[in-house]
């Protein structure tokens, strides 16, 4: 039977906001808000945080959540998974949840996991969702998605895709950044020849759609933002306060 992992990679020395996993929301810090979000997943069999940071552990220690201790020169939250998963062979299917996203919901964790499960022909599964009307979708630090019929990725790009040439309701999604591994690709995955496109637009996923790996689009209406910076943190806390989170 397959089992599904969730991990949480958690990094202290963030350039723009260093300890940001453990910045605080209310009572408690952002990546315990993370871990009780996988929680209630129905699709996840065991959620785990991955860090190389004791701060990091021991603030999980205090509030239940398993910690996986990963090496401290890993350039990318992938490199970090990948150690995860050769640490826990019995799981075959990897989910990455990112650790600075508080307002993740249970639902597009177990959209993404469960698009994964039901095709382990696809290397891998993602979401998005439509662009909102007040939001940039020309910013390049907004990462679009095309998708095709049967839900797989087409392209993903910083530049608008597709070209506006008519105007088209829902035409624009927007990549959000969750991912469903199954295990055996998440092992290849940095043995997979460079990528031209990944090189050009910086997106590491355009590696496995220039190799021939299949990823499927999980699509959603609802997300919060991600924190990057600690006026991001801000932002979020008044989003929780008005929704009655805080």
């Known amino acids: 039977m397959s089992r599904t992992l969730g991990a949480i990679p958690a990094r202290y020395a963030s350039e723009r906001f260093p300890g940001k996993p453990l910045a605080r929301i209310g009572s408690k810090p952002m990546i315990q808000w993370v871990y009780e979000a996988c929680l209630q997943s129905q699709e996840l069999d065991l959620v785990v945080i991955a860090t190389d940071d004791e701060r990091i552990r021991a603030a999980c220690a205090d509030f ?50 469960r698009l994964k499960r039901e095709h382990p022909e696809w290397s891998m599964t993602t979401a998005a969702r439509p662009f909102r009307e007040n939001e940039d979708a020309l910013s390049p630090n907004r990462v679009k998605v095309t998708i095709s019929h049967g839900q797989r990725a087409l392209y993903f790009s910083r530049s608008l895709i597709p070209f506006p040439r008519k105007e088209t309701k829902d035409a624009y999604y927007l990549h959000l950044g969750i991912y469903a591994y199954q295990r055996d690709f998440l092992l290849r995955y940095n043995h997979l020849p460079a990528s031209v496109l990944e090189e050009s637009e910086s997106l590491e996923q355009l590696r496995a759609l220039e190799n021939d790996h299949h990823i499927g689009v999980y699509v959603t209406r609802n997300s919060m933002p991600s924190v990057d910076t600690p006026a991001d943190l801000q932002s979020v806390i008044e989003l929780f306060r008005a929704s009655g989170r805080l």
């Open 64 to 113: 239940g959540a398993p910690v996986v201790m990963t090496r401290p020169d890993h350039k990318s939250g992938t490199d970090r998974l990948i150690e995860v998963a050769i640490q826990m062979p019995d799981y075959d299917v990897i989910v990455n949840v990112q650790g600075d996203e508080p307002g993740i919901e249970a639902e597009l964790i177990d959209g993404v996991a």
